[in-house]
Nanobody
Framework: RVQLMESGGDSVQAGGSLRLSCIVA????????MAWFRQLPGKEREGVAS????????NYADSVKSRFTISQDTNKNIVYLQMTGLNPEDTAIYYC????????????????WSQGTQVTVSS
């Protein structure tokens, strides 16, 4: 059974950096998609970045382009979200998610989710 275990959330100052990790268990890593989502206070869950296992293709929400990077570790069962230039507006609960098909930043496409981790950015 595929399971996602997430870690790395913390409180940081504006302009700082943080790396989130998602450990994927029970998956072949040859196809499908991993994605990061976040839920801002009082807002709906939104897509942040996606990574296609088969091709390595990535996609980002406009709000995080040039600041966030999604990548796969040489240990293929770990996917990272490297966040730089953090703003208070990035404060949210962050989740990783997986699906067997193609990538999307629409949360309704995904069926397997991590427990979430809190990222807080202070000014």
């Amino acid at each position: 059974r595929v399971q996602l275990m997430e870690s790395g959330g913390d409180s940081v100052q504006a302009g700082g950096s943080l790396r989130l990790s998602c450990i994927v268990a029970g998956y072949t890593y040859s196809s499908g998609c991993m994605a990061w989502f976040r839920q801002l206070p009082g807002k709906e869950r939104e897509g942040v970045a996606s990574f296609a296992f088969g091709t390595g293709s990535t996609n980002y929400a406009d709000s995080v382009k040039s600041r966030f990077t999604i990548s796969q570790d040489t240990n293929k069962n770990i996917v990272y979200l490297q966040m730089t230039g953090l703003n208070p507006e990035d404060t949210a609960i962050y989740y990783c998610a997986a699906r067997s098909g193609s990538c999307s930043l629409a949360s309704s496409w995904y069926v397997i989710w991590s427990q979430g981790t809190q990222v807080t950015v202070s000014s």
